[in-house]
């Protein structure tokens, strides 16, 4: 297990199990994740838990992922990604980590599966073969829409569920999506990495998913332009992401 702060360092020292490893410079949440997972492959591990700072799993969270495991083990011939059940400190859905669906949804016939295409790190069991197959996060998205990436990129590939009864808190101030016609003018900058993610992803996914998105940021372009806050801040933040994101083009490192 690796955490990444250094009030941590006194446990390392009462517990061999536990690695404490701090970066000295802000590289992003992509990029926290990314050296986490491949400290993690490096011990030999078969399954990484992840999860983000915020997070407060209960004390079966981390049993029901490795019993969904078990039995999906025994249903399909591997598996991907388990993501956990992510609700916000009311117990209602943590609206920023509700996973998409799968097609079909139901594809386990066991009970506490339900089939997804991407997820969040909030919480995600991951499988190690998974990784050697098809990489670690990319650390250049930074932050935003790299756990989607990430886990899109395996669930095409390998059979992956939201365990319903793997339950974790997201402790976020307010429960929202990422939103920058009501986000406070101190994150707008961030929204740079936000859209200029979401092209990387929507290219990768075809033509259909790039109409999709083009119609989608068309839409929030006007309603900035027309009812929102900081209008010149906003737009120009989001200008910018277009035009990086048509050359964004990451390399996927691999795990050697």
């Not at 495991?69 to 609700?87: I, Q």
């Not at 980590?97 to 909030?122: D, E, M, R, T, Y």
């Not at 974790?168 to 009501?182: C, F, P, S």
Request: hydrophobic share 40%; with cysteine; glycine share 6%.
């Amino acid at each position: 297990m690796e955490v990444s702060f250094r009030k941590y360092g006194k446990l390392q020292k009462e517990n061999d199990k536990l690695v404490v490893v701090n970066e000295k410079d802000n590289l992003g949440g992509a990029a926290g994740f990314n050296h986490g997972i491949k400290r993690a492959m490096l011990l030999n591990a078969d399954g990484i838990w992840v999860m983000d700072d915020d997070t407060i799993p209960d004390e079966t969270t981390l049993t029901k992922l490795i019993d969904a495991r078990k039995n999906v083990e025994s249903e399909f011939e591997s598996w991907g990604v388990l993501a956990s059940n992510v609700r916000w400190v009311d117990g209602s859905a943590a609206l920023m980590n509700v996973p998409q669906a799968g097609k079909p949804w139901n594809q386990s016939s066991l009970p506490n599966l339900i089939s997804i295409s991407h997820s969040s790190f909030v919480s995600m069991y991951i499988n190690a073969k998974a990784i050697r197959r098809l990489g670690l996060p990319i650390s250049d998205f930074f932050i935003w829409g790299d756990d989607v990436e990430f886990s899109e990129r395996i669930a095409r590939v390998y059979p992956s569920f939201c365990v319903t009864n793997s339950n974790v808190l997201h402790k976020m101030a307010e429960n929202q999506k990422v939103d920058i016609l009501t986000d406070n003018k101190g994150r707008i900058p961030r929204y740079f990495y936000d859209v200029r993610n979401k092209i990387y992803i929507a290219k990768k996914s075809g033509s259909k998913a790039c109409l999709k998105y083009a119609v989608h940021f068309i839409n929030v372009f006007f309603k900035v332009l027309f009812k929102s806050d900081y209008k010149r801040l906003k737009l120009s933040t989001m200008l910018k992401e277009l035009v990086a994101g048509i050359t964004f083009n990451p390399k996927i490192e691999r795990v050697h």
